[in-house]
Structure formats: C-alpha cells, structure tokens
C-alpha cells in the first residue's frame, strides 16, 4: 500500500520496482510472462540511479504533509508573540487560583517581565525584582501588559 505520507510503498522507495505478489508468480500474468531477465536488470540498474530523486521527492511530500497537520492541529491556537523584556499578564487557572477567591477573584496575575524565549509561543518569565518563575507554570495564557 502507498503511504499517505509519501505517496509511494515502502518497496518502491526501496527498490524503484513494484512487487510481485506470490500468485504472480505461480500464476503467470501477462507482466511476468512478457519480462526479459537482461533487459529487466538493465531497466533496474537505471532506475536505481533515479532512486536518490525519487526519495528526495518521497521526503518533500512528507514534510509538506507534517506541514498540513501542524496547521489543522494549530488551527485553533491563537499565538502571540513577544520580545525580550515585554511585560505580560498570566492567566489564573484554577491550579494557580488562591484558596477561597471565588468568581469575583482576579482573571489575571502580573505584571511578569519576559525573561528568554524558549519555543514557538513559549517563553520564560521572571518577576519585577528579576526571580524567574518555575518551569513548571504554564505560560502558554499570556496577554500585553500596558502600563
């Protein structure tokens, strides 16, 4: 079977050859009774040379297919992107919330100093007297802080 992914088989990419399945081989079909030994391993000596291009093309397919999956995973995702030294509020999850705050409790907590970017959308943050927060917070729920 062709994989989506590459838009060849596994043989294919392999050997630039389709596979005999057994029953062709026992059964003879027009393919296999029609093949000339030499002139087959000519054509096969040929097409191992266009083998590299083929997979090189293999290869793009796949990584525009990666492409396509990241953006229908990502699709919902609203990135916002910061400098170094911005000022931003955190979210309050309800991890995070205090104890008792309630609905009238703060929506937000901050303001948090962007200390390094660490990832597409993920950064490290650090309070106004420099202390970097623990890695383990989640800072993915960050919006400008505008003084």
């Avoid at 994989?3 to 079909?29: C, M, N, R």
């Avoid at 990241?70 to 995070?96: H, P």
Wanted: hydrophobic share 35%.
């Amino acid at each position: 079977m062709a994989k989506s992914s590459t838009g060849e088989t596994p043989f294919s990419l392999v050997y630039d050859s389709k596979a005999l399945i057994p029953v062709e081989v026992v059964e003879l079909t027009f393919r296999f009774d029609r093949s000339n030994e030499e002139a087959n391993n000519e054509v096969l000596l040929v097409k191992l040379d266009f083998l590299k291009k083929r997979r090189d093309l293999a290869y793009v397919r796949m990584a525009a297919q990666k492409q396509r999956m990241e953006m229908y995973y990502n699709r919902g995702a609203n990135l916002r992107y910061f400098k170094v030294r911005d000022l931003v509020l955190r979210k309050v999850t309800q991890s995070t919330r205090e104890v008792n705050a309630g609905n009238l409790g703060p929506t937000c907590e901050g303001p948090y100093r962007v200390s390094t970017i660490t990832g597409k959308g993920s950064y490290e943050l650090e309070n106004q007297d420099g202390v970097k927060l623990p890695k383990n917070w989640n800072v993915t729920h960050l919006k400008r802080y505008y003084c």
